[in-house]
């Protein structure tokens, strides 16, 4: 049995069916599967559905799987089937995702940024429905989007919300819910994803500085919305959702629902400049500086005279050249009322 069916404590569930256990059938009692008929994703409020849950192992410092039982607990208590899978990786978590948004099951990333964006992929694929139990370190697109992190919320937002369309950027096909950036921002999560072994707050603040110690400007060749551009700078952010970094607004103009990505960019300037601007991140008038521009468009082309980073929703997952475009409520998500 593989590490992505088993249960809590190391014992897979009584129907999870060995290695090949998938959003196909129930991951048993232990691994947090229940019994209740469902609609599937095409249920609305009051009606029971069926929920495929793929859980990130490692998200949380290791507590996702901790983080999601309660809960899957109360979803099966209100006559929901639930199907909770370790996932093993990027590729798992898309095909996993892929092939439970076929079924019509409402599919359930439960763990932080980088597992929302993996599952996202594999839901956008099948025209099917995401839902997300923050669990992991940052949560930032679920902060954005007011899903809440306390169990019995979080239930009844699985149970009653009804989706709604939200955009997504593409870049060089993968599909990114929140945003994509290059630059001293993608080399401060560089630094972050290689020292995961510190506490999650103190890595995030320390690594901007690492980041900015090591750097040079890049020279930027960009073409937005089919007109070329030239930027001697440190950071290139194309934003959906415009949070990450643990919270920070660092795009606060940006809508996730808009139909439009927004383009901030941060030019050239000496490194006591670029700590000003960080400084300025915490109350979001850093978008007031001289050395930065933002604006609305739908499509953008990055590169650089160097290998630089190119990180989406906290990860690695391409290269420069970077071709960002949005992808108008391609993405199904169950949200809380208002947000």
Known sequence: MSPADTGPTGQG???????????????????????????????????ARTFTALVNPISG???????????????TAAGATVHSVRT??????????ERAAAQGHIVVAVGGDGLVRDVAEGVVASAGVLAIAPAGRGNDLAKTL??????????????????RALDVAEVNGVIAPGNVYVGIDSMATRIINDNR?????????????????????????????GEPRRLTGHTVIVANSGAYGHGLRIVPSAVPDDGELD???????????VVRFMNKVKDGTHVDRPEVTVGRVRTVTIDADRPVPVCVDGDEVTTLPAEVTIRPGALNCLVPDGS
């Not at 569930?13 to 060995?18: R, W």
């Not at 007011?146 to 989706?163: F, I, S, W």
């Not at 383009?263 to 400049?273: A, E, K, Y």
């Open 13 to 47: 569930g009584t129907d999870a069916g060995g290695a090949d256990a998938g959003p196909d059938t129930d991951a048993g009692p232990e691994a947090g599967g229940g019994t209740g008929a469902g609609a599937g994703a095409g249920g609305g409020a009051g009606t």
């Open 61 to 75: 410092g290791g507590t996702a799987w901790q983080f999601w039982q309660p809960v899957a607990e109360r979803l």
């Open 88 to 97: 093993t990786g990027r590729e798992d978590a898309v095909e996993r995702a």
């Open 146 to 163: 007011g899903v809440p992190r306390e169990t019995a919320a979080l239930a009844e937002l699985l149970l009653r919300a009804a989706p």
């Open 197 to 225: 072994w510190m506490p999650g707050l103190l890595l995030y603040r320390l690594a901007p500085v690492r980041a900015i110690m090591k750097w040079r400007a890049v020279r930027y060749e960009l073409v937005v919305d």
């Open 263 to 273: 383009l901030l960019t941060v030019g050239d300037g000496p490194r006591h400049q």
